[in-house]
């Protein structure tokens, strides 16, 4: 190589001040925040526990499946991985089963009543009544009828919904029926206040009867596809696989089985098949309960895993710790072949042999809420190690924490809870997102006004800041096109604004991967949004929007891939169907027309401060912009100096708020107005009595009645000298008198 060609190169040397941070998620195995490393590269096998689908969804739901949504959202879409994520529905179970079996007879029931509240009817509510009180509140003792209402008022109801949170619910529903019986109600209302104890007794008596499977399948069916329903409209990601109980019964089967054949599973005298957590403890290779050790002996725990029908036979138990792998089918109840009679899995097994089916003997993840960790999860590590013979079924346990509404937790057995439909009722998807996101995934979240406010408060922030960007862009463009040369050189407030943005990316990487921390992720991007404000506030005509632009596309990227809904240009999220400036381009068709009416408007208004005194004209301009444009879904910004207007589109509640607050600024003006005219008749009056007091000559201020009842002599200024009884005055005293007398000779010698 000649020297005119040779050329250098100088390999550069990484320097790295700080270590970048790893991904470290808490797992419930640990208790603690451990590195998450999949078993294969950028794979994750992920299984979650899905539904049991025989009631409507409440808020509960919510937190956990958007909660969990957002974290696989996260893990997928900012640490790219490649996240196979697999979601059972559960859709034979205890609940299920008592469920569909009292809705049906208490359907049948009903049927022959004709709409009328008949004897029979009366009877069967006031025999329902006496067997629910009898059941669930024992404490009470006395003639339900006449004597119940008044002794649940000597209950502590506020105190019992912590400590026996189940005893509120039983009042509530025994205090109605008694109101119906003892009352006048008319059919409808009767129904209602009385199913909750006519159910059960419908189902002693008759519940054998129910032998159709279809009765069991059509319920869970149906409640499955409203889940599906309220999932969608919450946006969470569908599984890449759902797998349903229903389905899996051979292999299920199979899978007990393995595990009866390995030593770990035992066949009772009535063909239940059960585990034995004691050996499985005991063995050298195994321990049991390791998500919540301090709850294996926990008897209420394991009775509520087990479910209301499967307590009647405990002493065929070898452990009373010891759960149903399958259970024998009593008469009423769903049931399938196995080598040990009819039967039907327990509720542990499924997710056991569903989540094997797809991964095999390991998973990555296995996700849920906090109370699934004891015993359902538990036990689902202890059969599957028993069945594939392996120390670590799960690699990580990911437990979303419980859901509080005001401070009480919701559940559906308690039958406090809030429906999501109720919910969506009341807030938007996007809010509901916003507070689940604003608290740490694993730990307990409290519904309550103070989060709303934060989240909307959020919420406010972004809207307005997408908004104004998207409005100054457009501002950009125009003036681009038009001709003018706009300067792209960035000064030390674009560069200031660089490195904040640099900054806010370094502290979302630290959160995301600090146990994926998306409150602090958040409180980054929200301060980001802060500073490019002052930015705007700060730099005037001189504004980089493309800078901005760069902003919001970072902005509208991560809040992507927390899963709120964004536009298709990057440009923020979406406002909903009712935005005026939604994905159908209505923004870009309508910007063109507006901007020359609001050029129009910035003419006269301009014109009109310019040559003074053009108070309707101005007035007209305000009509245009505060009134007749928001109406269509227009915001125009006025700016300082010779600035064009900035136009912004609106949603329909951006657009109700808008109104409010220009009802509440006039409000406070026809305030301010009155308080004005106020001061302004007191400042008269004032004004009045000032002049009346002018008009009095000092020499006899002091010699009115009452100075003649005060004082009894007088200098030659008219200045008391003693009391009424003849005293000399104090010095301090004529001192006092002194001072009035030189501001009374003043305001007199002002006329």
Not at 233 to 248: G, M
Not at 547 to 571: A, C, Q
Not at 640 to 667: N, P, R
Request: net charge neutral.
């Amino acid at each position: 190589m000649s020297q005119a060609t040779k050329t250098s190169w100088i390999k550069p040397a990484a320097t790295v001040s700080t270590r970048k941070p790893v991904l470290k998620l808490y797992n419930t195995l640990t208790h603690s925040k451990v590195e998450f490393v999949p078993q294969r590269d950028d794979q994750v096998t992920w299984y979650s526990c899905g539904p049991t689908v025989y009631n409507v969804s409440h808020m509960g739901h919510a937190r956990n499946y958007v909660t969990i949504d957002i974290n696989r959202r996260i893990l997928q879409d900012y640490f790219h991985y490649n996240v196979k994520f697999v979601q059972n529905v559960t859709d034979i179970d205890d609940k299920i089963i008592v469920k569909a079996r009292q809705e049906y007879l208490f359907a049948q029931f009903t049927k022959d009543l004709q709409g009328q509240v008949t004897e029979s009817l009366i009877r069967k509510a006031k025999q329902g009544l006496l067997q629910y009180v009898a059941e669930n509140l024992p404490d009470f003792k006395g003639d339900v009828l006449a004597e119940f209402k008044a002794w649940t008022q000597t209950l502590n109801l506020d105190e019992l919904k912590i400590s026996k949170p189940k005893v509120p619910m039983h009042v509530k529903a025994c205090n109605a029926a008694v109101d119906a019986i003892n009352g006048n109600a008319d059919y409808s209302l009767f129904i209602a206040n009385t199913k909750d104890v006519i159910m059960p007794v419908l189902d002693v008596e008759l519940g054998s009867t129910v032998t159709n499977p279809a009765i069991f399948r059509n319920c869970a069916a149906y409640w499955e596809r409203m889940f599906d329903s309220d999932m969608h409209k919450l946006n969470v990601l569908p599984p890449t696989v759902i797998t349903r109980v229903s389905e899996y019964i051979p292999d299920i089967v199979a899978f007990v089985f393995k595990i009866v054949d390995n030593g770990f599973g035992y066949v009772t005298k009535d063909g239940s098949v059960y585990f034995n957590t004691v050996k499985f403890d005991n063995d050298s290779e195994h321990s049991y309960a390791r998500n919540q050790p301090w709850s294996k002996h926990d008897m209420a725990l394991i009775e509520d895993g087990e479910g209301s029908l499967s307590l009647d036979h405990p002493e065929s138990k070898i452990n009373p710790s010891d759960f149903a792998l399958w259970k024998a089918s009593k008469q009423g109840e769903p049931s399938w072949k196995s080598p040990w009679g009819q039967g039907r899995p327990g509720w542990h097994i499924e997710c056991s042999v569903m989540a094997s089916d797809v991964f095999g003997e390991h998973l990555d993840i296995h996700s849920g809420g906090i109370d699934l960790a004891f015993p359902h999860h538990d036990n689902e590590c202890a059969q599957s190690e028993a069945h594939f013979g392996c120390k670590q079924w799960v690699s990580y346990f990911l437990h979303t924490g419980h859901l509080h509404i005001q401070g009480q937790k919701m559940s559906k057995s308690l039958k406090n809870f809030i429906t999501i439909e109720q919910a969506l009722n009341k807030y938007s998807s996007r809010e509901l997102r916003l507070c689940f996101a604003l608290v740490q995934w694993n730990n307990p979240l409290d519904f309550k006004d103070s989060l709303l406010a934060e989240a909307r408060g959020v919420e406010s922030s972004l809207t307005k800041f997408f908004q104004k960007v998207r409005a100054l862009n457009a501002d950009n463009e125009s003036k681009l096109q038009s001709g003018e040369l706009i300067s792209k050189r960035y000064g030390s407030l674009e560069k200031q604004v660089m490195k904040e943005i640099d900054e806010c990316r370094n502290k979302v990487e630290e959160a995301l991967c600090d146990n994926l921390a998306t409150p602090l992720a958040i409180r980054a991007l929200t301060d980001l949004v802060t500073q490019c404000n002052n930015y705007i506030k700060e730099v005037g005509t001189e504004m980089r929007v493309d800078l901005l632009v760069h902003v919001v596309k970072y902005l509208t990227k991560m809040l992507g891939i927390f899963g709120f809904e964004v536009r298709e240009d990057e440009m923020g999220w979406k406002e909903g169907s009712e935005d005026f400036s939604n994905e159908r381009g209505v923004e870009s068709i309508a910007m063109p027309y507006v901007k020359v009416l609001a050029q129009f408007r910035d003419l006269v208004r301009q014109t009109a401060i310019d040559k003074g005194d053009y108070k309707i004209l101005i007035a007209a301009c305000d009509k245009v912009r505060d009134r007749d444009l928001l109406k269509l879904n227009v915001a125009i910004d006025d700016r300082s100096g010779k600035e064009s207007s900035l136009v912004k589109f609106v949603s329909d509640k951006e657009k109700t708020e808008m109104f409010e607050q220009q009802e509440e600024k006039a409000k406070q003006a026809e305030e301010a107005q009155k308080r004005k005219l106020q001061q302004k008749k007191a400042n008269e009056v004032k004004e009045r009595a000032r002049l009346e007091k002018a008009g009095i000559d000092p020499k006899e201020m002091y010699k009115d009645e009452i100075g003649c009842g005060k004082y009894s002599d007088w200098d030659g200024d008219g200045i008391p000298t003693k009391d009424k009884e003849g005293e000399e005055l104090s010095k301090s005293a004529r001192k006092k008198l002194i001072k009035k007398w030189k501001q009374q000779a003043k305001l007199y010698g002002s006329l």
